[in-house]
């Protein structure tokens, strides 16, 4: 199965849509500069009502590993997304607590070999890049990179994914996960509950299609 992470969650009332629609992860972002930080009350009053099966994961740029474990303590979410220019050390010490989700910025020159230096991670999120920002601009990750990664990796697929390309993109890319933000969103840092449904249905009819088995005729 392919999971859903909706990023990004500041209220309960998108987290339920959220869960509702079949989110498998929801995101809760920590980083001061972002539109869609969460306070860390609200992100543990949040975490508390989720469904068992309904998975929490905190988003982090440049944070200290002693902060992530602070704030771990308090919420307690399943992941740590590490989404700013974090080393291997930094990456490796954060796991001895959490799995860690590395995210990248990525375009066409990305070099996939700097991959294989963060070899205590549990997957990578691959994202859009734009100078500047630490991801949830809207811009898509170079599909064709993450083709190649997912034969050696788990991906998180992101950036730029809206429910009219999210089927698309998984066909493309076959990626462990796919992740989004700003795609369902009305404003930064609220959900579009409608849109989240739509996504999340378009990822599972995609799913369906790629399982089912192939039919016709072999030409003469």
């Known amino acids: ?61 440049n944070a200290k590993p002693a902060e992530i474990n602070s704030l771990h303590a308090f919420v307690r979410f399943n992941a740590a997304q590490l989404h700013g220019d974090e080393t291997p050390g930094i990456v490796s010490e954060v796991t001895l607590t959490l799995p860690v989700i590395k995210a990248f910025r990525v375009a066409a020159d990305f070099p996939l070999g700097s991959l294989d230096k963060y070899h205590d991670a549990f997957a990578f999120l691959l994202d859009g890049r734009r100078a500047g920002q630490f991801g949830g601009t809207g811009v898509s990750a170079d599909w064709n990179v993450a083709r190649r990664a997912v034969a050696a990796h788990r991906i998180f697929l992101a950036g730029g994914l809206v429910p009219a390309n999210v089927g698309a993109a998984i066909r493309s890319v076959r990626p462990y996960a796919v992740d989004v933000a700003s795609g369902v969103e ?28 192939q039919t016709g005729r072999l030409a003469p």
């Open 1 to 61: 199965m392919i999971l859903v992470k909706i990023c990004g969650i500041t209220n309960w009332p998108d987290a339920v849509a959220a869960c509702d629609a079949g989110a498998n992860l929801l995101g809760f972002n920590f980083y001061e500069k972002s539109l869609r930080r969460v306070s860390t009350v609200e992100a543990a009053t949040i975490r508390a009502k989720l469904p068992p099966g309904v998975q929490a994961v905190g988003l982090f740029v």
């Open 186 to 213: 009305s404003k930064p840092g609220k959900k579009d509950h409608t849109r989240m449904k739509e996504f999340i249905d378009e990822v599972r009819r995609t799913e369906q299609q790629l399982e089912a088995p």
